[in-house]
């Protein structure tokens, strides 16, 4: 495998995982305060689209990205009023966000853009380079050459690990997720505390939207979180619920997802379905030979 | 019960009226658009006949998500048991050799029942000996039963002539029959009607119906009352991914005739909404089955004449269960069905 095709696999794995990573963290958090959000592949879809419209209509991508993130925390409090506030199903509420996203996106798609087929493109985000560091071969483009949302989440993975771990926001987060009932009697405002981390979930995946339509493809294609949120979901499993575990397999699954358009170049002789399908599957096997041990908190879902 | 009729019918009208507003302010005109999809779906034999074709896959698999809802399982792999259950349809039925149709056709639909109850009972025996939740199972399950018919598509399953990736067309001793010539309307329509009171039976007057629904409020009580808790879970998936599995076989037996990527354009998941709205009871399924089949009919004629994309369907169906869900309080620790 010569250096060239490795530098650029290792680009595209990263980029590829940045958006899964910031929908897994914020799934991470919610589920850390026992609430599993199955629309994290809707509020994808809602950040890109809100982050394409919105830099195409200003030509300034800083204040997509600005105003994605706050209409992200929206989202994420219109999920909580559902499940929290009105105490509707979690998963119920989950599959409509998904049906939402792209019922809305869909149409304001092409009420605004017509359907010209033509892919409308914004300007692209030039990369923050670090100087030397972003010459290293190999992993030097993929890690020192990015944006600011590329680096932000690779930020944010040490910052929640001392938040969840070392804070006394994150015991409450965690108190809630294990056991509702005492965390409150110990004096946790649960609701709070769950309203918070949906905000801050719907807040990392309008990141993670953006991410995809304004810094990796600078556009936006109907349908284009196609199964991120999903795979997201898979993530969090497969790391164990803890913020590195996330990160490892964010950056596994996108390399998985980055061999697949690679894959020929390589010379593989396996169908490129096999890595599509790979996270599930590792999920599945995690799941069913450590189902004792994957960190899940008791009253996830309840 | 008739309480919860009319929330369901105050919740349709909010979904309509929220797609009227997007429609409002993406500068559209919602009574045309309306208008135009109620005389697509509504207004010629030919538009009903649609409706008839686009709800009998959401009555099938509306059915199964119900069932599976009632015992409190959370199945949201209807698309992929419905998928897995179509794939197994087109396997037997261009491999097998000639038969007459009087066997060809059960034996489609039956190999269809079993593709989705396998893919079923995957989730179910991971939930039963490991434990695994079957909210991430079955979602897992969908997208590789979808990564697997795609492969099957491009490889195995081709057709013949190599051209396309999609199976061979099924011969015609595995299809459906018509009911008019000229429509696409088949006998499927008749046995998805005829599942509707068969489920209803099952649930409300057979003792397997009152163990799922026991288990649904409270799998605990239930299992110290002495039911088998553990043998109805596995029994509703299964029976819950076999009715997904033929929708599939339905689907693919008598509309499309192939296998193909993207085959199923999201029955499974509409089948949640269609589930929901319907309280998970067998007849209000029914009703919410023709009513997103009325959408999902007249929303390319509202495309054609009026100018509204045909996903607005989508935000109506999420949006009607927004409004189920501000209307009812429900405890959050009452995960299962009533």
Known sequence: ?302 | MKSRAITSVLAAAAGLLAGALVILLTGGDPIAAYTALAYGAMGSGYGWSEVAVKSCPLIVTGLAVALAFRAGLWNIGAEGQLVGGAVLAVFFATRTPHLPSIIGVPATLLAAATGGALIAGIAAILKLERGVDEVISTIMLNFIVLGVVGYLVHGPLMESSGNYPQSDALPTFARLPRLFSGYRVHVGLAGALALVPATAFVLYRTRFGYVIRATGSNPIATKIAGFAVDRCILATFVASGALAGLAGGMEVASVTYRMYDNFSPGYGYTAIAVAILGRLDPWGVLAAALMFGVLEAGSASMQRVAGVSAVLVSLIQACVIFALAAFEYQRASDRGGP
């Open chain 1, 1 to 302: 495998m010569n250096l060239e095709i490795t530098t650029a696999l290792a680009t595209a794995a990263v980029a590829m995982a940045v958006p899964l990573l910031y929908a897994a963290l914020g799934e991470l958090l919610a589920e850390k305060a026992g609430i599993i959000n199955i629309g994290l592949e809707g509020f994808l879809l809602l950040g890109a689209f809100s982050a394409f419209a919105i830099a195409h209509a200003s030509g300034s991508n800083s204040a997509a990205v600005l105003a994605t993130l706050l209409l992200g925390g929206l989202w994420g409090l219109c999920f909580a009023y559902f499940v929290v506030t009105r105490g509707a199903n979690q998963i119920v509420v989950g599959t409509a966000l998904n049906l939402f996203a792209v019922g809305l996106t869909g149409i304001l798609y092409r009420a605004q853009f017509g359907v010209t087929g033509s892919a409308l493109s914004i300007r692209p985000t030039p990369p923050l380079e670090i100087p030397v560091l972003a010459n290293l071969p190999i992993v030097g483009r993929a890690l020192f050459s990015q944006t600011l949302l590329g680096y932000g989440c690779m930020i944010l993975v040490p910052v929640i690990a001392f938040v969840l771990m070392r804070t006394r926001t994150g015991l409450e987060l965690r108190m809630t997720g294990e056991d509702p009932r005492a965390a409150a009697i110990q004096g946790v405002d649960v609701r709070r505390i769950r309203i918070s981390a949906l905000v801050v979930c719907g807040i990392l995946c309008a990141a993670g939207g953006s991410f995809l339509a304004i810094d990796y493809t600078h556009t936006f294609v109907e349908g284009m979180s196609s199964g991120r949120g999903f795979i997201a979901l898979a993530i969090v499993i497969v790391g164990r619920r803890h913020p590195y575990g996330v990160l490892g397999a964010a950056l596994f699954f996108g390399f998985a997802t980055a061999l697949q358009f690679h894959f020929q170049a390589l010379a593989f002789d396996v169908p490129f379905q096999f890595f599509l399908i790979l996270p599930y599957v590792a999920t599945l096997v995690v799941l069913a030979f450590n189902a004792g041990n994957t960190n899940a908190p008791a009253a996830l879902g309840k």
